[in-house]
């Protein structure tokens, strides 16, 4: 199998996985005795319930796909900068209109520029952790490099 149907299928599972159990969490924290997959604004434009869930699931996918597949832009030879704005970009134009679609979030001016800000601030995050392990490595390769030019 290519590495793009690996990750499509395992975008599929993990994006299912974390869908179910968010909404499965959700559904536990507002005390009802049922299950919803989304919030009950999403589930009331469906007929019934397994409606809303067989939708969801499909969104759930979906998200995972975009996922999983955006995450190969961290294996190729671009620098760092170039990789997180890539799949910055990328993740934010496509997961942003799925979880719009699930009934994640309200579509208003203040709540979308809350929602682009942490966006933002969690791949400022992705971004300054990725710089931190590379100038590690960097120091480690000059250290090994000054150690053989020593010896």
């Known amino acids: 199998m290519t590495k793009i149907v690996k990750s499509v299928i395992s975008g599929i599972i993990i994006g299912i996985t974390i869908g179910y159990l968010l909404a499965l ?3 536990l924290l507002y005390g009802t005795h049922d299950f919803y997959p989304s919030s009950p604004s999403f589930t009331a434009h469906f007929a019934n319930p397994l409606n ?3 939708i969801s699931t ?3 996918a979906l998200m995972g796909v975009c996922f999983s597949i955006t995450s190969l832009v961290f294996q190729n030879s671009w620098g760092i ?3 997180t704005l ?3 970009v990328i993740t934010y134009f496509t997961f942003t ?3 719009i679609l699930a009934g994640w979030f309200p579509v208003t ?5 809350a929602y682009s800000g942490e966006f933002l601030l969690i791949y400022i995050i992705i971004w300054s952790v990725g710089m931190h392990i590379a100038k590690k490595k960097v120091r480690e390769l000059n250290q090994r490099l000054a150690q053989r030019k020593a010896a």
């Open 97 to 99: 209109p799925l979880a």
């Open 109 to 113: 001016p203040g709540f979308m520029f």
């Open 52 to 54: 809303a869930t067989l």
């Open 25 to 27: 969490t959700f559904s």
């Open 86 to 88: 890539t799949h910055l």
């Open 58 to 60: 499909g969104l759930w």
């Open 81 to 83: 900068t170039r990789q």
